[in-house]
Structure formats: C-alpha cells, structure tokens
C-alpha cells in the first residue's frame, strides 16, 4: 500500500507544471516513464503477430510468430520469440536480455543448426529474420523507455498531428557510442504518451532541422491503432521502413496478454529449443 502511495505521489509530481509554463522534453519523457512504472506497469506480456515483408526485389514474406517478455528489476527486460510459420523459419528462436545503460545480449536459435548464436559486431546490423527490424533498432526500442538524459539529451522541437494523432515532437541526441545513430525524433501522442512515430538518423540532419521531411532516416517506425488492454494503450499495427533500400515490414498483432505469470525458465538459452510456449 506505502508503495502504491508513494508511486502516486511521484506521478503527481511530475504532472504538475506552473501555470503558463511548458513542459520541457525531459519532463515529458520522465512523465511517460512514471506511468510505465506505476498504473500502466506490467510484470509479463505475451503478443502474438504476424510480419510481412515487401520488398520490391522479391516477393512478399509473411512470418508468425509469439512473442513473450519479461521485466526485471534494474530496468532490465528479458524477450524471447518462437517463429512458427512459414516452415522455413518455423522453429526458429530469439532471445534478448535488454538493459537500458548498455548494450543488449541477443542470441538466435536455428532449428537446422540445433544451437543458439550469440547476434554481436556488424550482425547486429543486419535484418532481424529477413525484416526491416535489424537486431540493434530491436535492442534500442526496448530500452529507450528507461534511457534518461545522461543516455540522450531530449529536446523538444514542437508539436504536430500526425495520422490524426495530436503529437510531442521530440529530438534526443545520443551520448552513447553504442546507441549508434547520431539522432532519434520521436513522435509522443499528447494524450496517451504512446510513440506514434521514430525516426533513426546515422547522420546528424543539418542545422535548423525540425520534425521530418528535411532529411531521409536510416530507419522509420510508424504504430497505429492504439488500443487500451485495462490502463495499458497498446498499438495493434506497426510498420517499419528502410527508405534506402525502398522495404516495408508491417506488424499486426493479434491477442495481447499481461501477467499470465510466465516462468523466468522461458527466458533462457534452453528454452530456445522448445520451439514454442503456451501460456498457462
């Protein structure tokens, strides 16, 4: 109960703004930050989804897949994906151990192979199964919720609407070697605090650059169709684009489940050779 009063408190705290005043970015972020902690706060999540990649050098791929995580203490997040179709990946599986403050541990179980490979150096790069997601935008999505401004400094560049949705837009300029891009925007709804947009930039934009359009990212995430699950909005549609090489992933997500009590055992190089998990 001290715990609850004590998260509320905090949450009113960050909500409170003279007057007059704007929210800086780093208030914003912090806000966002506070409600993933107290009311929007989930111990496990299982989302089940299918991707299809277009591509306009081959046909277009669609891929099943679960996907269940895991929240530790010290910001830490624990990830692992079963593929199950099409057969050419089915029994595939990944693992990441994620940490806000460094760089994530991945692994990638092949069924052929009968053996887990750790994803590290230029693989990182590279596409996750074929998809415009690479192993290292999968690392940084999951942590930048945690990151505070000794990981990114956060500016605030304005707001818009984007797709319908009143939008923050917010700069963060990495202080990380290991973050790898030089810029990241993202776009925040202003009611929910939910990421609508992310552009990566591996090349800083020129200066005086605001919002999009001005120059072409490495990478763009858009999400969609936000839905509440209880107090936790979820997007149900993702998309994600690679602009130079004129590729689309899209993500539909099918059910979406919260703290069914998933073991810590999943979450381990052995379990990548279960080849699937159903939830209790």
Do not use: N
């Not at 709804?189 to 992310?198: I, M, T, Y």
């Amino acid at each position: 109960m001290r715990d609850r009063v004590i998260g509320a408190l905090c949450a009113l705290a960050l909500l409170a703004v003279p007057a007059g005043a704007t929210e800086t970015a780093r208030q914003i972020l912090d806000r966002q930050r506070q409600l993933d902690r107290t009311e929007r706060h989930w111990s496990d999540r299982h989302q089940q989804l299918t991707m299809e990649v277009v591509d306009a050098s081959h046909a277009p791929r669609r891929l099943t897949l679960d996907l269940f995580d895991k929240k530790y203490p010290s910001d830490e997040q624990r990830t692992i994906a079963y593929f199950s179709a099409p057969d050419s990946v089915k029994g595939t599986a990944f693992l990441a151990i994620t940490r806000p403050d460094r760089e994530a541990d991945q692994w990638l179980f092949l069924p052929e192979y009968q053996r887990a490979r750790r994803i590290g150096g230029a693989v990182r790069k590279q596409g996750f199964v074929g998809t415009d997601f690479t192993y290292h935008d999968l690392d940084l999505l999951a942590a930048m919720p945690s990151w505070t401004e000794a990981d990114a400094a956060a500016a605030l560049e304005g707001e818009t609407t984007l797709d319908g949705t009143p939008c923050f837009v917010i700069a963060l300029t990495p202080r990380r070697a290991d973050i790898g891009y030089a810029r990241i925007v993202l776009w925040l709804g202003k009611e929910d605090l939910v990421a609508r947009q992310v552009e990566f930039f591996e090349e800083a934009p020129a200066s005086g650059w605001i919002g999009s359009g001005a120059a072409t990212p490495t990478r763009r995430l858009k999400q969609g169709d936000v839905r509440r699950a209880g107090a936790i909005p979820v997007a149900y549609r993702a998309e994600v684009e690679t602009p130079s090489a004129g590729s689309k992933t899209t993500v539909t997500f099918g059910e979406v489940t919260f703290d069914r009590g998933l073991p810590d055992e999943l979450f381990t190089q052995p379990a990548m050779e279960w080849g699937r998990y159903q939830t209790p």
